[in-house]
């Protein structure tokens, strides 16, 4: 097994617990914790998927534009 993939599902062992811990103390219901601890995960990965699509369409409009600020001032002083 390759140690990237220890590390994420030692994350996520890591992530469920805290999850279950929190909403256990904050509820007092076992199945409640459960339920929000499987929940929670489930729709952050959906949320970084579609935050990853938008970073991902943020540096394409960056390299069409022809980089950053840097690359901007330096064309604009004549430099490139």
């Known amino acids: ?8 599902l030692t994350y996520l062992a890591l992530h469920l617990t805290v999850g279950f811990t929190v909403a256990y ?13 499987l929940i ?5 990965a959906v949320a970084f998927f579609f935050h990853e699509k938008a ?7 960056k390299a069409a534009d022809g980089g950053g600020p840097i690359q ?4 604009l002083a004549g430099a490139v």
């Open 25 to 37: 103390v904050m509820t007092g219901s076992l199945a409640l914790a459960g339920g929000i601890a």
């Open 72 to 75: 901007i001032g330096a064309r």
């Open 1 to 8: 097994m390759s140690r990237d993939l220890i590390k994420t």
């Open 40 to 44: 929670e995960p489930s729709i952050n």
């Open 55 to 61: 970073w991902k369409a943020a540096d394409a409009r």
